[in-house]
Structures are given as structure tokens and as C-alpha cells.
Nanobody, 112 residues
Framework: QVQLVESGGGLVQPGGSLRLSCAASGFIFRIYDMAWHRQAPGKQRELVAR???????NYADSVKGRFTISRDNGKNTVLLQMNSLKPEDTAVYYCNLPEDYWGKGTLVTVSS
């Protein structure tokens, strides 16, 4: 049974940093792409970043240069390092095993 459990969300001031973590289980982690999505209040869920089994990454234009996705295949974990956070980054962030499996999400609030 696939399980994805996010952690690391919280309240941070603009310009600050957070690191999100997703612990994965129930599948052969190292051979699958993984992704982070987010959903802001009143908006549709959007892709933030994706990493394939070889470590190649792609990012939404809005987070390029600020966010970094990475994976640790030994720990079955995918990380999202978020720097230079802006109020518009406020959202629930979801870990995703494309296309069909989702974590419950972790809330990131960027506010002074």
C-alpha cells in the first residue's frame, strides 16, 4: 500500500526558508518519478517540482532559482528546499507519486 507522509511545514517570514520532507513507502521508490504540488486558498492545485528516477528535475517558473527538489533513495524520501519564500508561496504542499498517489499535505504559511 502506497503511503506518502509530508512534514516540515509551518509559519515563516518572507525571505525565510523551509525544508519539506516526504517519507514514502509501499512501492519501489528508486524507480519512480516523484513530485511536489501545492494548492493555495481559492486556487487550483499546481505542480511545483518534479524529479525523475535519475535525479533530473523540473520546476514551475514561479519557484525556479528558489526551490530545490531532491531525493534520497536510501531513505525513500523526497525533499523540497524552499528559500527566499514569498507570501504567494503560502499553500498546502502535497507529495505526489505521479499520477495517482498523494500525501495529506503540509501547510506552509509565509507571513510577517
Amino acid at each position: 500500500q502506497v503511503q506518502l507522509v509530508e512534514s516540515g511545514g509551518g509559519l515563516v517570514q518572507p525571505g525565510g526558508s523551509l525544508r519539506l520532507s516526504c517519507a514514502a513507502s509501499g512501492f519501489i521508490f528508486r524507480i519512480y518519478d516523484m513530485a511536489w504540488h501545492r494548492q493555495a486558498p481559492g486556487k487550483q492545485r499546481e505542480l511545483v517540482a518534479r524529479i525523475n528516477s535519475g535525479g533530473n528535475t523540473n520546476y514551475a517558473d514561479s519557484v525556479k532559482g528558489r526551490f530545490t527538489i531532491s531525493r534520497d533513495n536510501g531513505k525513500n524520501t523526497v525533499l523540497l528546499q524552499m528559500n527566499s519564500l514569498k507570501p504567494e508561496d503560502t499553500a498546502v504542499y502535497y507529495c505526489n507519486l505521479p499520477e495517482d498517489y498523494w500525501g495529506k499535505g503540509t501547510l506552509v504559511t509565509v507571513s510577517s
